[in-house]
């Protein structure tokens, strides 16, 4: 056999290899997926973003966002735990998605919360648990906080919180500021705690 024929032989042997190997891990998520409820595989898969989203002070149990370990192993031993990290995901995600879609000229210097915002679908202007925000408007950023369940918070004592949020940030990621949750979103088109990574 020649040279090139036998490289070309190892190449097609070493792409039929990864494709069995591509193929094998998503019938093993199929089957995984097939066990559980579709509610409940949505938050598996959403729950997954935490270590991106998520500060290290946030990860539903109160401790650094631990998503070593195979999602669906994950969700069968602590069901209650995944739950909790899709909520605070979902929070993220909301918080992020009103602060693509909203012009925040008008707003500067304001304190408002989330359910005045009708430019947003009512869905997504809560937080995970289905409570308004709080949202800061600054020159450079936009505060969000969230209650983090425990109802829906009073923004009109809230300032001195977003504006020490604000200060603190280093990223977009979803951190505590006491009880509650903060995230601290760039007007600037800055990078979000997704692209940050």
Same mark, same amino acid.
């Given at each position: ?104 000229? *008008? +707003?500067?210097?304001?304190? !408002? ?6 430019? @947003?679908?009512?869905? =997504? %202007?809560?937080? /995970? ?38 200060? *603190? +940030?280093?990223?977009?990621? !979803? ?6 949750? @903060?995230?601290?979103? =760039? %007007?600037?088109? /800055? ?7």
């Amino acid at each position: 056999m020649k040279k090139t024929t036998r490289v070309v032989l190892w190449i097609v042997i070493g792409l039929l290899i990864i494709a069995g190997f591509i193929w094998w891990q998503m019938w093993q998520l199929g089957r995984g997926l097939r066990t559980i409820h579709a509610d409940n595989a949505q938050e598996v898969l959403l729950s997954a973003m935490s270590a991106e989203v998520l500060a290290p002070d946030v990860g539903g149990d109160g401790q650094q966002p631990n998503t070593s370990g195979p999602l669906l192993d994950q969700y069968r031993k602590d069901p209650n735990l995944t739950h909790q990290r899709y909520l605070l995901v979902m929070t993220w995600v909301h918080a992020s998605q009103i602060h693509k879609t909203t012009d925040w000229s *008008a +707003s500067n210097g304001k304190m !408002l919360g989330s359910d005045t915002l009708t430019n @947003v679908p009512s869905e =997504s %202007r809560v937080d /995970g648990w289905h409570n308004p925000f709080c949202i800061s408007v600054g020159q450079k950023q936009v505060v969000f906080i969230s209650s983090g369940g425990n109802g829906v918070p009073d923004c009109s004592v809230l300032q001195q919180t977003a504006g020490e949020a604000a200060a *603190a +940030s280093h990223d977009a990621r !979803l951190t505590r500021a006491g009880k509650l949750l @903060v995230t601290v979103q =760039s %007007r600037s088109g /800055g990078t979000t705690a997704l692209e940050a990574h």
